[in-house]
């Protein structure tokens, strides 16, 4: 194998195969160790996934804000958001934004306790495995959310994806439960009310 060849003459330049006599070797003449390979691929591979996963950043950090590749980003369960933006246009505007499968986050950052993510308490029981204060990544497309993020059942981040609202009516939906929105990117429970924020930035893929 060769690379940097020009002309008919066969001239090359850069890497040569192993026939070649110009191409740089491991050891001397040999090739590289099957274990040195490996080490290699595995390592780049770890450092390519904890940044693409967000997990590098340590789960006891206390900042909300972190910086990734010079850009300051949202950290939230191992998921790293470029900064987001919320909504400036009209009502309309917002549902074909959602529409166009640009992909958005929900915030539930004005939830408080409204969730009852503690469990029972009296005769209330949590409103979902959705939780306060988490962040949820979505995006729209054929009729059907799919949701990224915090499930507080099962206590890790998850994918789930349910086509049971229309955005055309003002609603979305993460992991089956139905909440409206305005122009503003409030958004709203049907049973507690004010919960969250909708944003819209680059959403990482899932």
């Known amino acids: 194998m060769s690379h940097g060849c020009s ?3 066969g001239s090359c330049s850069g890497v040569t195969g192993p026939s070649g006599g110009g191409g740089a070797q491991y050891g001397g003449g040999k090739n590289p160790p099957l274990w040195a390979v490996v ?4 390592f780049h591979l770890a450092v390519f996934a904890l940044i693409a996963y967000g997990v590098a950043v340590p789960d006891n950090c206390p900042c909300a804000w ?12 191992h998921i790293l958001f470029p900064e987001p933006t919320r909504p400036n246009g009209s ?7 959602i529409k166009s499968a640009q992909g958005f986050i929900v915030t539930f950052d004005q939830a408080g306790d409204k969730f ?7 005769n209330t029981v949590p409103v979902s495995v959705l939780q306060a204060g988490e962040t949820y990544q979505i995006t729209y497309f054929d009729g059907v959310y799919k949701t990224r993020g915090f499930n507080e ?4 981040v998850i994918n789930g994806s349910y086509g049971n609202a229309n955005p055309d009516e003002g609603k979305i939906s993460l992991w089956g439960r139905v909440y ?4 503003k ?22």
Do not use: C, W
């Open 7 to 9: 002309g008919s003459s």
């Open 39 to 42: 080490s290699f691929l595995t």
């Open 66 to 77: 972190t910086f990734s590749n010079g850009a300051m980003q949202y950290r939230d369960r």
């Open 91 to 97: 009502l309309a505007d917002l549902i074909n934004r």
């Open 116 to 122: 009852h993510d503690s469990g029972r308490i009296g």
């Open 153 to 156: 059942a099962k206590d890790t």
């Open 180 to 183: 409206t929105f305005d122009k």
């Open 185 to 206: 990117g409030n958004v709203y429970d049907p049973r507690v009310g004010l919960v969250g924020t909708l944003r819209f930035g680059e959403i990482l893929p899932f």
